[in-house]
Structures are given as structure tokens and as C-alpha cells.
């Protein structure tokens, strides 16, 4: 059973879902007459869209929607049910910046939605998606995850320091993903500006920005608006990307595609190995940055201190691999 709401987000009618056991969401946005005169076949289809977003196994999702085919959807009558959807449209409304005008199912908030906490039967705390995973496991009797993952290393070189660090990425995951989980390996603030140029060979050929303003300023390579746009479009054809954040500084690092990886049991980057600290944000480019460098690994520098704390404010830290992967697990 599905307990579902209608609201108004943006004046725009909203189908708020929630799963009985879990309390999983779907949020359909600007559901027009089309859409309500079929509204079975469009949840299921969300709910088959939503799970592939979370790299749930396609062999999980064909056999759970073989048993749900007696799963019926209902205005929240119930009071507690009643108060958890409520909620759950308080959060929507909350994150009202996240909503795509441009598609119904709204499959990365959804994501968003489901990394938050949910307390079950009174005793136990989980993130809604990771319960709904549990609950599928064992409706299904088999591995949830099962994806194609790619094996990328990311290189930094700012004057003869190098930074880098290896990573297997879900095949299906958007370059926004890829771009948050390059954020938090080189422990970047997200700040700045940043995009994606796709190589074939030594040839540019394309652009991958984040926002719509950079096409005011075109150039030769062809530009392309980084939402919804996986990685599975360019990679593994194209092996050589670069990520280039923070267009003042310029760090500029090499993403180089060593392997795809088959059967991956996770639905999130894991951090495989890596070296060397990056240079702390708003550093000031390559100059800044030895600067920052001479002072830093000098105590007895008169400016160490103030240095320290500066740095501390900018997340600059030692790279430490177990913390990483732990804050990975809530990236997309």
C-alpha cells in the first residue's frame, strides 16, 4: 500500500507517495489531466525510474514489481500516516529549489528525500532508502545492488605538487554526482564555478557546465548543461576527461578511465586509494598555494598559526580514506 497527498508546489498539482513500510517517496510535479487518467502506469513506471537512479539491481526491480502487481495507492487516511506525508511535503517544499520544472518524476530529489533519517516501530533509526533496500532484500531474496561500475583516477598537479586519488563510480550516475564526489575527495567546498571537458583523444570534444550562463559566452567546443547528463553517455568510449573547478585558481585535475568493473554491491563512489593534500580553497592559484605551503610546514613561522586556523575554516585537512568513504555514502 502507497499513501499518496496532492498539494500545490508552484501552483503546480504535486503527487506526494510514500510506501507504507518504508516510507520510500515518489514526488510527481505538474501531474497534468493525462497523466491522473493513467496515474497507476505512472507510479510504476516512477517507482521502476527511481529505483534504477539508485542502482538498485535490474533483477530486484523486475521481480519486486512482479509481486507488486496487487499494490494499491491511497489518499493518507491514517493519522501517523498522515503526519509522515505531511512531512515529507514540508521537506519538498523546503527543498523547492531542487524540482525540475522540466520532468514529472522528480527522481533527485526523490534521492534527497530518501537520505533522510526515519525512526521504525519506535526502536530503530535508518535513512528511508536504506531501509527500502533492507525490505527489498528480503522481499526479493537477492543482492540489491549488482551495477557496472567505472574505475577512474583523478590527478592534480599545481607546479610539481600532485594530489591524487582512485575511485569506482556507478556507470549510471550523472556528472553532477561525479562532480560532488570530486567536492569531497579533494575536499572542495563547492563555491566555485566548475565543468567537465570530454576528450577524444587530444581533441576537446565537449563541455559539461553546470550552469546556464556560461552559454552566453559559447566557444568552438559544444556545450552541454551537466543535469541528467550519466557519464554512461561518454564513458568508457572517452577514457580522458578533465574537471576543471574554481575558474579563478584553475585546478584543473585529470580524470583518467582505468577499468569498468562488473557486479559493483554499492550504490554510491567508494574511495579506493590515494595521495597528497590539495591546495585549501580561496588559496589564491598556484602562487598562493606555495606560499601557503612554506608557512604551513613551518611552525615556527610567525604566521603558522593564524595559517592553521585559516585553513581549518577551508575544510583543508589530511586525506584520510576510511573518513572519506564514510561521507561518500551521502553523495549524489
Known amino acids: 500500500m502507497h499513501q499518496n497527498h496532492i498539494i500545490n508546489v508552484n ?7 510514500e510506501n507504507d513500510l518504508t516510507r520510500y517517496p515518489i514526488v510527481l510535479y505538474g501531474v497534468k489531466a493525462k497523466e491522473f487518467k493513467n496515474i497507476r502506469k505512472v507510479i510504476l513506471s516512477a517507482l521502476k525510474e527511481n529505483m534504477l537512479f539508485e542502482n538498485v539491481s535490474e533483477s530486484v526491480i523486475e521481480k519486486f514489481l512482479d509481486l507488486s502487481s496487487s499494490v494499491s495507492f491511497a489518499k493518507a487516511q491514517d493519522r501517523k500516516k498522515i503526519s509522515y506525508v505531511n512531512q515529507t511535503c514540508q521537506n519538498i517544499i523546503f527543498f523547492d529549489e531542487e524540482l525540475r520544472p522540466d520532468i514529472l518524476n522528480q527522481t533527485f530529489l526523490t534521492r534527497k528525500l530518501g537520505s533522510m533519517l526515519a525512526s521504525y ?19 526479493t531474496k537477492l543482492p540489491v545492488f549488482a551495477c557496472k561500475a567505472v574505475q577512474i583516477k583523478a590527478t592534480l598537479k ?3 605538487h600532485v594530489s591524487w586519488r582512485r575511485l569506482l563510480v556507478p556507470h549510471n550516475s550523472t556528472f553532477t554526482l561525479l562532480h560532488n564526489t570530486l567536492q569531497e575527495l579533494f575536499a572542495w567546498n563547492d563555491t566555485h564555478l566548475h565543468e567537465f571537458i570530454i576528450y577524444n583523444g587530444d581533441l576537446p570534444l565537449a563541455r559539461i557546465v553546470h550552469s546556464l550562463e556560461v552559454f552566453d559566452y559559447p566557444t568552438k567546443i559544444p556545450l ?11 564513458i568508457p568510449k572517452y577514457k580522458k576527461i578533465l574537471y576543471r573547478y574554481d575558474m579563478s585558481d584553475n585546478w584543473e585535475h585529470i580524470l583518467e578511465v582505468e577499468d569498468i568493473i562488473f557486479n559493483y554491491d554499492k550504490n554510491y563512489p567508494t574511495c579506493l586509494e590515494g595521495d ?4 585549501p580553497e580561496n588559496v589564491g592559484g598556484e602562487t598562493g598555494f606555495y606560499e601557503f605551503l612554506r608557512i604551513i610546514q613551518n611552525p615556527n613561522n610567525e604566521r603558522h598559526f593564524d595559517i592553521k586556523d585559516w585553513a581549518s575554516l577551508q575544510r583543508y585537512r589530511l586525506f584520510d580514506i576510511d573518513k572519506v568513504n564514510m561521507r561518500l555514502k551521502d553523495v549524489f
Not at 501552483?11 to 507517495?17: A, N, Y
Not at 597528497?276 to 591546495?279: A, F, I, N, R, W
Open 11 to 17: 501552483r503546480r498539482k504535486t503527487i506526494v507517495l
Open 121 to 139: 516501530d519506535n526502536k530503530n533509526i535508518y535513512q528511508i532508502n536504506e531501509y527500502m533496500y533492507k525490505e527489498l532484500e528480503a522481499v
Open 224 to 234: 552541454v548543461l551537466e543535469h541528467d547528463v550519466k557519464i554512461s553517455e561518454y
Open 158 to 160: 599545481v607546479g610539481d
Open 276 to 279: 597528497g593534500e590539495p591546495p
